[in-house]
């Protein structure tokens, strides 16, 4: 399979170069040259399939034969090695629990998935490779897990101090060994200006061989098409018809893989882009004018964002045809006060606990089927409630329970280097970090 950059259609690259560059010329997002179809029977047998077996099958064509057929199977055995479950809230709206792998957030797939693919790459490469990254939160968690204990990798994360959750700041600071964390007087948006000065520093980048883990490379967001087929398989089960499948969205990097997995063949009644107050792209579906906006500040933090960077592989996917986007994608903005309640309301009529992401999830999907009656569907559930503990014991007013394996994590000690919003500091980090090796 070869990639080209959406910003240089001549630029072409392989799956192993899109996992080390992450992006191409123009900072061009990659997007695969075809898009390999499922077989009928393989989409009508995924019930009688193990999940192992079918996160193979929906990878291997990305990869062909940059990685070996048995390694790639252990590398996306390791990535669902965790539950997934499909669960009833309501009597037509469902939720795909992708919050039970090390860091309670959904992004551990693509981190799982993505620090094995490099790992692999890179094992004769002479030289110790830095993965640097800026979180406002849980990017940060997953990434370290990713790539913690990894022999050829150095992961080094700038996060603002005092500005993520408890569970988030022990996820990036208590592990040690391969993984550093900078804690930044500053914003993220400081910290993410940071590490763009340093991917362009020549003397930095003469010394140390840089990558980067955003959610651009083509390495995180292929491997979210996996649970799309593992929801089905559990889907089919229960229900006949397709499903309507409603993705809380940021960067829409999440929804931009269930939409590629529907091209393959994945059968999928609609799909329902649910965001925060950051309302450009449902704003898009509306008017069909495209107008980025600096992002605002809401409880759901992790889809903050004004100008989202996975938008272009969904025009792509459409051939940039308006009105087939739009019979197939619908978009709402839910605000912070609807999501509250939305928590609020789930929990007293359900008894189920949704944080503030998958409530803004739950708050679309209920306006989608008022408007399209008869239809089911679930919800993708991104994070565990444990993550956002202040919006959901203020929505239930109840304590949430913490599970064991984070209450080992917070009785572990915090390391971190405090640095300022100083380009200065960082470099001298990054460069006397290479000298001790
Ligand atoms: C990152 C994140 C999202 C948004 O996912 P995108 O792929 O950026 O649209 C939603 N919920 C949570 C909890 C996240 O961490």
């Given at each position: 399979?070869?990639?080209?950059?959406?910003?240089?259609?001549?630029?072409?690259v392989?799956?192993k170069?899109?996992?080390i560059?992450g992006q191409?010329?123009?900072?061009?997002?990659?997007?695969?040259?075809?898009?390999?179809?499922?077989?009928?029977?393989?989409?009508q047998?995924l019930h009688?399939?193990?999940?192992?077996e079918?996160?193979?099958?929906?990878?291997?064509?990305?990869?062909?034969?940059?990685?070996?057929g048995?390694?790639?199977q252990?590398?996306?055995?390791?990535?669902?090695s965790?539950?997934?479950?499909l669960?009833?809230?309501s009597?037509?709206?469902?939720?795909?629990?992708?919050?039970?792998?090390?860091?309670?957030?959904?992004?551990?797939?693509?981190a799982r998935?993505m620090?094995?693919?490099?790992?692999?790459f890179?094992k004769?490469?002479?030289k110790?490779?830095?993965?640097?990254?800026?979180?406002s939160?849980?990017?940060g968690?997953?990434?370290?897990?990713?790539?913690?204990?990894?022999p050829?990798i150095?992961?080094?994360i700038l996060?603002p101090?005092?500005?993520?959750?408890?569970?988030q700041?022990?996820?990036?600071?208590?592990?040690?060994?391969?993984?550093?964390?900078?804690?930044?007087?500053?914003?993220?948006?400081?910290?993410?200006?940071l590490?763009?000065?340093a991917?362009s520093?020549?003397?930095?980048n003469d010394?140390l061989?840089?990558?980067?883990?955003?959610?651009?490379?083509?390495?995180?967001w292929?491997?979210?098409?996996?649970y799309?087929?593992?929801a089905?398989?559990?889907w089919?089960?229960?229900?006949?018809?397709?499903?309507?499948?409603?993705?809380?969205?940021?960067?829409?990097?999440?929804?931009?893989?269930?939409l590629l997995?529907?091209f393959?063949?994945?059968?999928?009644d609609?799909?329902?882009?649910?965001?925060n107050?950051?309302d450009?792209?449902p704003?898009?579906?509306?008017?069909?004018?495209?107008n980025p906006?600096?992002s605002?500040?809401?409880?759901s933090?992790?889809m903050?964002v004004?100008?989202?960077s996975?938008?272009?592989?969904?025009?792509?996917?459409?051939?940039?045809q308006?009105?087939s986007?739009?019979n197939k994608?619908?978009?709402?903005?839910?605000?912070?006060?609807?999501?509250?309640d939305?928590?609020?309301?789930?929990?007293?009529e359900?008894?189920?606990?949704?944080?503030?992401?998958?409530?803004?999830?739950?708050?679309?999907?209920?306006?989608?089927?008022?408007?399209?009656?008869?239809?089911?569907?679930?919800?993708?559930?991104?994070?565990?409630?444990?993550?956002?503990?202040?919006?959901v014991e203020?929505?239930?007013?109840?304590?949430?329970?913490?599970?064991e394996?984070l209450?080992?994590?917070?009785?572990k000690?915090?390391?971190?280097?405090?640095?300022?919003?100083?380009f200065?500091?960082?470099k001298?980090?990054?460069?006397?970090?290479?000298?001790k090796?």
């Amino acid at each position: 399979m070869k990639y080209y950059n959406l910003k240089d259609r001549q630029e072409k690259v392989g799956f192993k170069t899109a996992t080390i560059k992450g992006q191409g010329k123009e900072k061009g997002l990659f997007f695969p040259e075809k898009i390999p179809q499922f077989e009928n029977k393989f989409i009508q047998n995924l019930h009688r399939l193990p999940d192992a077996e079918i996160a193979y099958q929906c990878m291997k064509d990305f990869v062909g034969d940059e990685i070996p057929g048995e390694i790639l199977q252990k590398i996306v055995s390791e990535t669902v090695s965790f539950d997934i479950p499909l669960k009833k809230i309501s009597e037509n709206i469902s939720i795909l629990e992708l919050f039970h792998g090390p860091t309670l957030a959904f992004k551990d797939i693509g981190a799982r998935f993505m620090s094995r693919c490099l790992s692999y790459f890179l094992k004769d490469h002479p030289k110790k490779v830095t993965v640097l990254v800026a979180t406002s939160g849980d990017t940060g968690g997953a990434v370290a897990h990713g790539f913690y204990n990894i022999p050829e990798i150095d992961v080094v994360i700038l996060y603002p101090q005092n500005r993520v959750s408890p569970v988030q700041e022990k996820q990036l600071t208590a592990l040690g060994q391969n993984i550093f964390a900078l804690e930044v007087n500053g914003s993220f948006d400081d910290c993410q200006n940071l590490v763009k000065q340093a991917f362009s520093n020549e003397e930095i980048n003469d010394r140390l061989w840089l990558t980067s883990a955003n959610s651009i490379n083509v390495a995180r967001w292929l491997p979210q098409q996996i649970y799309y087929l593992l929801a089905l398989k559990q889907w089919q089960q229960q229900e006949n018809e397709h499903p309507v499948i409603c993705v809380p969205s940021g960067n829409f990097g999440n929804i931009c893989a269930g939409l590629l997995a529907h091209f393959r063949g994945l059968p999928v009644d609609h799909f329902v882009a649910a965001c925060n107050a950051n309302d450009s792209i449902p704003n898009y579906l509306k008017t069909q004018n495209f107008n980025p906006q600096e992002s605002v500040a809401t409880l759901s933090n992790a889809m903050d964002v004004g100008n989202p960077s996975n938008f272009v592989r969904i025009l792509e996917l459409f051939s940039h045809q308006f009105d087939s986007l739009k019979n197939k994608v619908s978009g709402y903005s839910v605000d912070d006060k609807e999501t509250l309640d939305t928590i609020t309301k789930v929990y007293e009529e359900y008894r189920y606990i949704l944080e503030p992401h998958s409530a803004v999830a739950f708050a679309a999907m209920l306006q989608y089927l008022n408007e399209n009656p008869h239809k089911k569907g679930f919800i993708l559930g991104t994070a565990h409630p444990v993550k956002f503990p202040e919006a959901v014991e203020k929505a239930t007013r109840t304590k949430i329970k913490i599970p064991e394996s984070l209450h080992q994590l917070m009785i572990k000690e915090k390391k971190t280097v405090k640095i300022n919003s100083d380009f200065e500091e960082l470099k001298r980090f990054l460069l006397n970090k290479n000298e001790k090796q």
